[in-house]
């Protein structure tokens, strides 16, 4: 799966992990169109990196899922690599679980129904190309579950188990289907202040980049792949000591 040349969709693509994927594909040779509900998202990327397509649509609802993949038709008809990126995370203290469903609903819609949804709807597309790509960006939470995000870790661990079966039903076919597992990265998901730490986001996409390249299917770094490779044992003692930093944090408690 070389890298060049290639026309990706990155929903999500103007902000974070999807905005750094996006520009140095760009940089690589390829041509990339980003998705985004923010018309100013959309707006700041363009600005920084011009030569970027770009739709709007909000990926919770899936009749915006449907008119997307439509548009995509008709502004952007080569596309062979589509990158399930988009993601919302929130700090939730399930006792305190007081706010209408629809509230927490978007959370599980964009994180799992949307990668899934969009993956059925591109499916068709993506089978006439010789060589084409579905990258779903899950989470190192799927094996270290993190229990102050638990709609987050609910939505990545349902996506890690529809990737694993969509890989064997696509085998043998030209269709490769990845899936990233990124650690702690230093974006602003969840807001700013939630999520300033982690490794920073220009050494893990060379990384990311780099493993698709040689098809290397679970995409892992830093301590995402220590997870991936540990024992059964050693990710629950780890689950339960990262679980000991987050519970007294006020921010969770107040959630």
Known sequence: MKLVNKHIVI????????????????????????????????????????????????????????????????????????????????????????????????????NFEAPMHLSMLTLNHLLTKKEAAIVNVSSGLVINPGAWVPLYTSGKTGLHGFTEALRLQLQDTAVDVFEIFPPAVNTELGGSTEHAYGVAVDEFIPAVLAQIEVDQFHVTYGTSKEQFNASKEVNQQTTQNTWEMFKENPTFLNA
């Open 11 to 110: 929903t999500g693509g103007t902000t974070g992990i999807g905005f750094q994927l996006a520009k140095h594909l760009l940089e690589a040779g390829n041509k990339v169109l980003v998705v985004d509900y923010s018309e100013q998202n959309i707006n700041e990327a363009l600005k920084k990196e011009p030569s970027l397509q770009a739709l709007q649509a909000d990926l919770s609802n899936p009749e915006e899922r449907v008119e997307l993949v439509g548009k995509l038709e008709e502004v952007f008809p080569e596309y062979d690599i589509f990158v399930n990126n988009a993601g919302i995370q929130r700090w939730i203290n399930l006792q305190n679980a007081d706010k209408d469903w629809s509230f927490y609903h978007q959370e599980l819609a964009i």
